[in-house]
């Protein structure tokens, strides 16, 4: 089984959803499932729009946590 995404964790920790930040990223939810599946690459503008779109919700998580998992896995 697969683990959530950080940024699906994160997500729901802020009380928004894929929809909620396809929204704000201007894509329709698929694209962003796909993203977070790895099916398709972030681009860095997506990147900044992620992280600006948690921040307005309070989120404190940093690029780290959210696009870089793999470095973080013990």
Known sequence: MMATHPIIQELTRVGATQAD?????????????????????????DVNRVMAFLRERGSEATYEQLFAPEQNAA
Request: charged share 25%.
């Open 21 to 45: 930040l396809a929204r704000h990223l201007g894509v329709n939810r698929s694209t962003v499932h796909n993203k977070l599946s790895g099916r398709r690459r972030w681009v860095v503008a």
